[in-house]
């Protein structure tokens, strides 16, 4: 199993990014994903979480109504489209799935919102 994100980078507040984690090595579309994030000094949380099919998503309460969670399971790919970015938001993000009993993380990308 592999995770690997994509998309981070240095944005002005009030700008957008679009986070991408490309897997491989289990079967994507029937697995939920998920979308992680870390502070310095503070404890991972989840923001956002996306069922198998796309069907469902769940949003932390400090990001909804600006991050939009998706995915597209022929390119085994999920996004996270953030926009209206805040200085609180600068984290490292992490791509997440749990298969069976494991968990799996990618390596995390880096997103650095200030002016």
């Known amino acids: 199993v592999q995770l690997v994100e994509s998309g981070g980078g240095l944005v002005q507040p009030g700008g957008s990014l679009r986070l991408s984690c490309a897997a491989s090595?289990?079967?994507?579309?029937?697995?939920?994903m998920r979308w992680y994030r870390q502070a310095p000094g503070k404890e991972r949380e989840l923001v956002a979480a996306?069922?198998?099919?796309?069907?469902?998503?769940n949003y932390a309460g400090s990001v909804k109504g600006r991050f939009t969670i998706s995915r597209d399971n022929a390119k085994n790919t999920v996004y996270l489209q953030m926009n209206s970015l805040k200085p609180e938001d600068t984290a490292v993000y992490f791509c997440f799935a749990r298969i069976g009993i494991r968990d799996y993380w990618g390596q995390g990308t880096q997103v650095t919102v200030s002016s």
């Open positions: 090595g289990f079967t994507f579309s029937s697995y939920p």
């Open positions: 996306i069922s198998s099919a796309g069907g469902n998503t």
